[in-house]
Nanobody
Framework: QVQLVESGGGLVQAGEFLRLSCTAS????????MGWFRQAPGKEREFIGGSNTLGKLSTFYADSMKEDRFIIFRRNDKNQVYLEMPSPQPEDTAVYYCAADESGGRGPRNGVDYEYWGQGTQVTVSS
């Protein structure tokens, strides 16, 4: 099975570029559809977007997440998938998780569709 570790979180100022990384080990990332989720204090886990293994490694995003606020891409050669936030805002404060779907789904948006999860990385955006 695959193990996932997120990194890159921390305290940032509003509008300060932020890139989170998710590194896979144990199995090749290339066989998984990968997703990013977040959970803010007192709120339910929320799907952000993902990257599948079909076609040209297309990405997919939650309808509520504007693509220009979140950018997801992957580097299979590095066994990593990334979540970029060009201009994070205080409302983006949350624990961010990456997850892997071994069935290679086209665009899973529910947490139950993902079998493997990282431990999460805290992102705090100050105003």
């Amino acid at each position: 099975q695959v193990q996932l570790v997120e990194s890159g979180g921390g305290l940032v100022q509003a509008g300060e570029f932020l890139r989170l990384s998710c590194t896979a080990s144990g199995r090749a990332l290339s066989i998984y559809t990968m997703g990013w989720f977040r959970q803010a204090p007192g709120k339910e886990r929320e799907f952000i977007g993902g990257s599948n293994t079909l076609g040209k490694l297309s990405t997919f995003y939650a309808d509520s997440m504007k693509e220009d606020r979140f950018i997801i891409f992957r580097r299979n050669d590095k066994n990593q998938v990334y979540l970029e936030m060009p201009s994070p805002q205080p409302e983006d404060t949350a624990v961010y998780y990456c997850a892997a779907d071994e069935s290679g789904g086209r665009g899973p948006r529910n947490g139950v569709d993902y079998e493997y999860w990282g431990q999460g990385t805290q992102v705090t955006v100050s105003s």
